[in-house]
């Protein structure tokens, strides 16, 4: 598999990466790239970071709040922590996902480290967590992305996402520990983290060829992350004022919506939470903002439902959520 080098540790800038990469149809199928970021706490793209982030540690020990372009909750990143991008044309989107997801489990059982996949999003080493991932759809192009916990910090971790909400509200370190593993603790004594990421970028090029970019590319990222992934609208989001609130856990994650309605119209719908998707919810909202709010009319707006915004979600369970709460 053709690969790219990334050596920013700027959380910003990589996430801006991600989203240049989805969107760049002429690259070769597929392509990945290992990655790192400093201490950083990266939201999920429809998540509120007043609800999943502990806001006055992280400005306090400096470290950066980011939010990505896929679903899923909260995580924290050091640099004892190593990033995986998978990115490709599909024909068969769905299909593909798990394919990707696997790449890097077999990559990681070929190094002596017997995983599984677990859950909606997990990969499991000995029971516990040591990696998490996501994914989006652009057109007819997928992007797998996740982290790899090699010799991660869990006392920062834990008081970086201590609120309610998040996937680690604290018990403590001790909890935290019963729940995730680092990878360091399963491979030989001594192995680095370069040495480790040297690994899995050799078992995942097969000694395929590096895809260099230009500068122009790499400007142009500079700029995405400047003018979209480094502000506050992006970072922190626009939550207008509503008077409905619905929350419910479905097996995409929890979603919840907040939306008034006036002279019996949708307005200001918003989506978030930890949930799982193809395409950002934005869209949606779009479409159900100005609606008429009955199950006539959200039946109309949506002929073909909701699931490539809320994985494996049917529309009767959306519609009962929405419209009874």
């Not at 996740?146 to 834990?158: P, R």
């Not at 593993?181 to 399963?186: G, M, P, S, T």
Request: glycine content about 8%; charged content about 25%.
């Amino acid at each position: 598999m053709k690969y790219l080098t990334l050596t920013s540790t700027d959380p910003h800038y990589n996430m801006a990466f991600d989203q240049y990469m989805l969107e760049r149809p002429e690259l070769p199928q597929p392509v990945f790239y290992l990655w790192q970021n400093r201490p950083s706490v990266i939201i999920g793209e429809n998540q509120s970071a007043y609800s999943e982030v502990n806001l006055p540690y992280l400005e306090e020990k400096g470290i950066a709040l980011a939010r990505r372009v896929t679903g899923g909750g909260a995580v924290y990143h050091d640099l004892g922590n190593l990033n995986y991008t998978i990115v490709g044309r599909s024909r068969d989107l769905e299909a593909d996902y798990p394919g990707y997801v696997h790449l890097v489990a077999d990559a990681l059982r070929s190094l002596g480290l017997s995983v599984e996949l677990s859950g909606r999003n997990d990969i499991l080493l000995d029971g516990r967590k040591c990696s998490g991932y996501a994914k989006r759809m652009w057109k007819d192009r997928l992007m797998v992305h996740g982290t790899l916990m090699f010799q991660v910090d869990l006392e920062e971790l834990t008081k970086a996402l201590s609120v309610p909400g998040s996937k680690f509200t604290t018990a403590g370190v001790a909890s935290v520990r019963s729940r995730v593993v680092n990878l360091a603790d399963y491979l030989p004594q001594g192995t680095s983290l370069p040495a480790f990421r040297a690994d899995l970028q050799r078992i995942l090029a097969q000694n395929d060829s590096e895809i260099v970019l230009s500068d122009a590319s790499k400007a142009e990222i500079a700029r995405l992350a400047n003018e979209k992934f480094r502000t506050d609208e992006w970072i922190f989001g626009h939550s207008p004022r509503t008077d409905f609130v619905r929350i419910r856990k479905f097996a995409c994650g929890t979603v919840r919506a907040d939306f008034s309605v006036k002279s019996g119209r949708i307005v200001n719908l918003r989506f978030s939470g930890d949930f799982l998707g193809n395409v950002p919810t934005l869209y949606l909202e779009e479409k159900l903002n100005g609606s008429p709010f009955s199950k006539a009319a959200l039946q109309e707006r949506l002929p073909h439902g909701v699931s490539a915004y809320f994985d494996q979600m049917d529309f009767p369970a959306f519609l009962s959520f929405l419209l009874r709460g």
